[in-house]
T-cell receptor
Framework: GAVVSQHPSWVICKSGTSVKIECRSLDFQATTMFWYRQFPKQSLMLMATSNEGSKATYEQGVEKDKFLINHASLTLSTLTVTSAHPEDSSFYIC??????????????FGPGTRLTVL | QKEVEQDPGPLSVPEGAIVSLNCTYSNSAFQYFMWYRQYSRKGPELLMYTYSSGNKEDGRFTAQVDKSSKYISLFIRDSQPSDSATYLCATPAGGFKTIFGAGTRLFVKA
């Protein structure tokens, strides 16, 4: 099956610093990647959708200058949390699809990255 | 009203029990439904999907859709401790977006 990896799996950083999270599709080319945020005992909240070579589309209420997304290739997307603050502490999960973009394309999720901002 | 509602639980059952996990949805235009399983501190994995009313079976898992009542269910037979996880229902919402339920936390006790 399709595999999506994330790195790092967990990170602790000081308030005010920036953190970069990588999402890679290991055995397929991802036309579209998604970034989600998940708080404890809550469901997934879509942050943004990114397509290779174009600007990400952010969901309402998500600060694009704070959460920088770069989809540099068909196998790599990065999320950079800039000037992180404790309220940014969360579980960040990426997913990827390989299809043409119909609503029924299967999303393959990464294992998630737990960010703790001190 | 949320477009997909799911009781977050937790739901605790003894090993071997039949588990019923449920979601309701509000938009009758939704046609396609998925169930994801998420273990603690891991990303979700797709368990099953259905595209019509009725049942779809895969091993110990059965997905059921009742479009007349806008109700979707996932049944787990002979539940095992390894089934302990959060189960999320989901449906495509147009374009690339997917709407997820809140997830139901399931604990299967040995």
């Amino acid at each position: 099956g399709a595999v999506v990896s994330q790195h790092p799996s967990w990170v602790i950083c000081k308030s005010g610093t920036s953190v970069k999270i990588e999402c890679r599709s290991l055995d397929f080319q991802a036309t579209t990647m998604f970034w989600y945020r998940q708080f404890p005992k809550q469901s997934l909240m879509l942050m943004a959708t990114s397509n290779e070579g174009s600007k990400a589309t952010y969901e309402q209420g998500v600060e694009k200058d704070k959460f920088l997304i770069n989809h540099a290739s068909l196998t790599l997307s990065t999320l950079t949390v800039t000037s992180a603050h404790p309220e940014d502490s969360s579980f960040y999960i990426c997913s990827a699809i390989a299809g043409e973009g119909s609503g029924t394309d299967t999303q393959y999720f990464g294992p998630g990255t737990r960010l703790t901002v001190l | 009203q949320k477009e997909v509602e799911q009781d977050p639980g937790p739901l605790s059952v003894p090993e071997g029990a039949i588990v019923s996990l449920n979601c309701t949805y509000s938009n009758s235009a939704f046609q396609y439904f998925m169930w994801y399983r998420q273990y603690s501190r891991k990303g979700p994995e797709l368990l099953m999907y259905t595209y019509s009313s009725g049942n779809k079976e895969d091993g110990r898992f059965t997905a059921q859709v009742d479009k007349s009542s806008k109700y979707i269910s996932l049944f787990i037979r002979d539940s095992q401790p390894s089934d302990s996880a959060t189960y999320l229902c989901a449906t495509p919402a147009g374009g690339f977006k997917t709407i997820f339920g809140a997830g139901t936390r399931l604990f299967v006790k040995a």
